[in-house]
């Protein structure tokens, strides 16, 4: 049987203590990040072939909200909700990657 999802969104909404010395997605406002990648989906009317998970950690704290797509493996770093839009149409629907949105560690690999 074929997955059923083309594509899965992964959205860091870890929560970490006040104070926390690697601070969190969660205070960078990453649940609505995730809602509004839902919310986009559903109006591009491709929510049955994309989904938007909550994820934990993904161990790039520092440049959170971080959000990465599978399966091409593409790392956005502080995703806004603004900033939607833009993955969806041109990355999710489009197939061009946002290059602006790129984590760092994207931009070493030379993706
Ligand atoms: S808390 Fe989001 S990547 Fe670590």
Same mark, same amino acid.
Do not use: M, R, Y
């Given at each position: 049987m074929a997955p059923p999802f083309q594509r899965h969104i992964f959205v860091c909404t870890n929560r970490r203590p006040d !104070? #926390? &010395? +690697? !601070?969190?997605c969660a205070t960078k406002g990453a649940e609505e990040v995730r809602a509004a990648f839902k919310a986009e989906l559903e109006k591009r009317g491709i929510k049955g072939q994309m989904r938007a998970n909550a994820a934990g950690c993904l161990d790039t704290c520092a440049f959170g909200v971080s959000v990465v797509v599978y399966p091409e493996g593409v790392w956005y770093g502080g995703v806004k909700v603004e900033d939607v839009p833009a993955i969806v149409e041109e #990355?999710?629907? *489009? *197939? +061009? &990657?946002v290059e602006r949105l790129f984590m760092p560690l994207m931009k070493k690999a030379g993706s």
């Open positions: !104070g #926390h &010395p +690697k !601070g969190c #990355h999710l629907i *489009g *197939g +061009k &990657p």
